[in-house]
């Protein structure tokens, strides 16, 4: 299912290998890799993507850093299960958007194999399964759109109560609530995305390509279990401070905790982050999301279901990999998460999609229920939700948010991406490398 099947951009460019040219022309970056040199010490909070990433470029310079990750594991919001199924499961991130990135570049050098997903879209609307919609629902593209959300302006364009779960299929695929996502400004950040329109699916799992060939390469700086509980900042050094007291001393830092974490304010940062920063985190939307995988000793449902009250978008986890066992997704995101969460067990949880699918498929779902995993984001501790997007009102709070401060502390992670992809692991790796860029680009001022 192609990512953006209801918001379309276009205009490929081509990339250098693992590091993009594109990114280089606004900051002299290609030559920055070769003259600049820094024999200073990079401290790095989150073991993600955007952080793995960066400590792969320090390393690469010969930089000293080390990360420090509050879980007991590497990957952020990349997580793999094994044993459920005859081929491993992503947990977290799983699609591909687009192959014109750093991590389109790995893939092709690595020669990973990944499958093209073009799966076709099935609605659930007025009680059956439908190919087709009676009113195109394509209205959120376009210019001179409102600052008001995708509930309210579907409500504006006439879509009545029969299309509340297809707007929030589209809302979800976003990470969002349909009543928190900007038309506007999901429009404005969209027009920005440049990696390409088709989704792409691992046959074997995302983490394991990050795993394999970033994070294997510096797993020697990584330290994990280590929760940071204070940042203190200063021109001529950084100190975090774990809960349990252990300290961590270096001459910068990398801040790639989750947009989630720093609006809550888990890290308490000295001194204090300027007002518009801490602002502008709050700018930024990051609502609940799970994802639980339904196995089935029958293969009854369709490639994609979209429409549903309690999970508006089920896929068909097969697609892209070698494997007849029936499993399939449920991706449900921000107030349809709020709500599974709300019933607290996960069988619970269970037991009210099988409900749904059962109502769409005449009962055939809990016949042939065989077990069930929910991942639960929304209760991962340092992670609390899915991934960024455009709120109302939102302004210019994602720019803000990323810039660095008194050329010490540096941001990144998807919610810090301003290059139009926010969302995704390769926009995570993005911003990682971006943050190495500004270390270095510092030491000409």
């Avoid at 429009?187 to 394991?208: H, I, P």
């Avoid at 994990?224 to 100190?239: D, F, K, T």
Wanted: some cysteine.
């Amino acid at each position: 299912m192609d990512r953006k099947d209801f918001i379309k951009n276009s205009g490929l460019i081509s990339l250098g290998l693992l590091l993009p040219s594109t990114l280089w022309s606004s900051c002299r970056r290609d030559s920055l890799l070769d003259e600049l040199r820094y024999d200073g010490k990079v401290l790095i909070i989150g073991a993600g993507a955007a952080g793995l990433y960066a400590g792969y470029i320090l390393k690469s310079r010969g930089i000293a850093f080390q990360i420090v990750e509050a879980g007991d594991r590497i990957g952020g919001r990349l997580a793999k299960l094994e044993g459920f199924a005859d081929y491993p499961l992503d947990l977290g991130a799983q699609w591909l958007h687009g192959k014109n990135s750093i991590v389109g570049d790995l893939i092709a050098k690595t020669q990973t194999p990944i499958t093209l997903d073009n799966s076709e879209l099935t609605f659930w609307y007025q009680g059956n399964r439908v190919s087709n919609l009676p009113k195109d629902i394509q209205i959120f593209e376009g210019d001179n759109k409102p600052d008001i959300s995708y509930q309210a302006y579907a409500q504006q364009q006439g879509f009545g109560d029969d299309y509340t779960h297809i707007v929030e299929a589209i809302a979800g695929d976003q990470g969002a609530a349909a009543s928190r996502l900007s038309v506007y400004y999901n429009n404005l950040e969209e027009a920005e995305w440049n990696s390409g329109d088709q989704d792409y699916k691992f046959r074997n799992t995302f983490f394991d390509l990050i795993n394999t060939h970033i994070a294997s390469e510096i797993q020697d700086a990584i330290v994990l279990n280590a929760p940071i509980h204070r940042v203190e900042y200063s021109q001529s050094g950084v100190v975090f401070t774990g809960f349990d007291g252990q300290q961590y001393t270096g001459d910068k830092a990398i801040i790639t905790a989750p947009i989630s974490i720093l609006k809550r304010n888990d890290i308490q940062f000295i001194p204090e982050l300027p007002i518009a920063k801490t602002t502008a985190f709050s700018k930024i939307g990051m609502d609940a999301g799970m994802k639980v995988f339904l196995k089935f000793s029958d293969s009854f449902f369709d490639e994609n279901i979209i429409g549903g009250s309690i999970c508006a978008a089920y896929a068909d986890e097969r697609v892209g990999k070698s494997s007849s066992e029936p499993i399939l997704l449920a991706f449900v995101m921000g107030e349809q998460a709020e709500y599974l969460t709300s019933l607290g067990t996960d069988a619970a949880i269970v037991a009210a999609l099988l409900q749904e699918l059962d109502s769409m498929y005449s009962g055939r779902a809990s016949a042939t229920f065989v077990k069930a995993h929910v991942e639960n984001w929304t209760l991962h501790p340092y992670i609390r939700g899915a991934y960024s997007y455009s709120t109302v009102g939102m302004g210019d709070a994602r720019k803000v948010a990323a810039q660095p401060i008194d050329n010490t502390l540096f941001f990144a992670g998807e919610a810090m991406n301003i290059n139009g992809h926010h969302q995704t692991v390769h926009g995570a790796v993005e911003t990682g490398y971006i943050a190495v860029m500004q270390i270095l680009e510092a030491l000409k001022q």
